[in-house]
């Protein structure tokens, strides 16, 4: 697991660990990086199913209720396939740009 630290985002980047270890590593450092937002970066070019996808859910919940971006990119997913309440995009510069857009409407009061 790589940990990059930009402004008030922080980018995960997953390296050798599972899904499931890294949600798991995400969850233990969490109260660290709490107050920031959050980009997971599972573009490692080795496929990640749907369903390990899913396991981001209830970190996505959690850190979403507390008005931060949590974002997944992996360009393999279909995002229609994918729940309402996980963000995922292809790229990090689409992290990006909608992390910008949910600051905007955060402070447009949305």
């Known amino acids: 697991m790589i940990i990059d630290q930009n402004e008030n ?7 050798n660990a599972s899904v499931i270890e890294l949600v798991k590593k995400i ?3 969490y109260p660290k990086y709490k107050n920031n937002n959050i980009i997971v970066n599972l573009n490692t ?19 979403r209720s507390a008005k931060h971006s949590f974002v997944i990119v992996n360009e393999g997913i279909d995002v229609d396939k994918t729940p309402d309440e996980i ?3 292809p790229t990090l ?17 949305f």
């Open 87 to 89: 963000i995922i995009v």
């Open 45 to 63: 070019g080795t496929p990640i199913s749907l369903e390990k996808i899913i396991e981001f859910l209830r970190l996505s919940n959690q850190h």
């Open 27 to 29: 969850e233990t450092l």
């Open 93 to 109: 510069q689409e992290a990006y740009d909608i992390i910008e857009m949910e600051d905007m409407e955060r402070d447009l009061g």
């Open 9 to 15: 985002t922080t980018i995960i980047t997953q390296e």
